[in-house]
């Protein structure tokens, strides 16, 4: 049973446009949200995160969006440079779930 | 540059060898895990460790032993592989797990991960 989704296995973007992640979950006792990127061969590095009492945190280029109602999470990438290329994954802990739960991945790849 | 170490960065062993995994952190978290992950597929669990004490065991099958030496280091002692073991092995800490009944977001614990030592058993 797959909680937290990831619908697009892959992205292609125009650098210096906006790239757009998604992610979906469906256990609503999840609280606590986070992006990870990797690039191959290496492991997940830490982006951004959000806590369920805020609908948007931003830290330079990125912004994460969480919409509790839809049960859903976004990640803005603007603008999106090469460098960005990269699996982003999104994951989630919560009450009864205290792990990190991820999500299957998105290929983002941004076009020069 | 990556605040966890992990070593080796690739490992080619046959089913009858041991070996073991190792990682270190220098940042003073508490919370050590370990994650294994296939091609195009989320990391999954595999044991947490709070405090230098096994805390999580996602049911993982005993040819895998985890030890936690101190609080700075992490190893995976491996034996009686199978081929299907071969993935890639990733390390990660962070300052706390999360406890029960407290919601995560309370202390904003994210998981710092290592590179990965990426695994082949022939």
């Known amino acids: 049973d797959q909680q937290v989704k990831q619908n697009s296995p892959s992205l292609s973007v125009q650098e210096g446009r906006i790239s757009i992640l998604n992610c979906d979950y469906t256990n609503s006792m999840f609280d606590y949200f986070l992006w990870y990127k990797k690039y191959p061969a290496e492991g997940p590095t830490f982006l951004i995160s959000i806590s369920s009492i805020k609908d948007k945190n931003e830290d330079g280029r990125f912004t994460v969006f969480l919409n509790k109602s839809a049960k859903h999470l976004s990640l803005h990438i603007v603008p999106s440079q090469p460098g960005d290329s990269a699996v982003y994954f999104c994951a989630a802990a919560g009450f009864g779930n205290e792990k990190l739960t991820f999500g299957t991945g998105t290929r983002l790849t941004i076009i020069p | 540059d990556t605040e966890v170490t992990q070593t080796p960065k690739h490992l080619v062993m046959g089913m009858t060898n041991k070996k073991s995994l190792k990682c270190e952190q220098h940042?003073?978290?508490?919370?050590m895990y370990w994650y294994k992950q296939k091609a195009k597929k989320p990391p999954e669990l595999m044991f947490v460790?709070?405090?230098?004490?096994?805390?999580i065991n996602e049911s993982v099958p005993s040819r895998f032993s985890p030890e936690c030496p101190n609080s700075s280091l992490l190893n995976l002692h491996l034996h009686a592989l199978q081929p299907e073991d071969s993935a890639l092995y990733l390390c990660?800490?962070?300052?706390?797990?999360?406890?029960?009944?407290?919601?995560?977001?309370?202390?904003?614990?994210?998981?710092?991960f290592g590179n990965g030592t990426r695994l082949t058993v022939t």
């Open positions: 990660a800490s962070s300052q706390d797990i999360y406890p029960v009944g407290i919601p995560p977001s309370s202390y904003n614990s994210p998981l710092h």
């Open positions: 460790y709070s405090y230098e004490k096994l805390s």
């Open positions: 940042m003073g978290h508490r919370a």
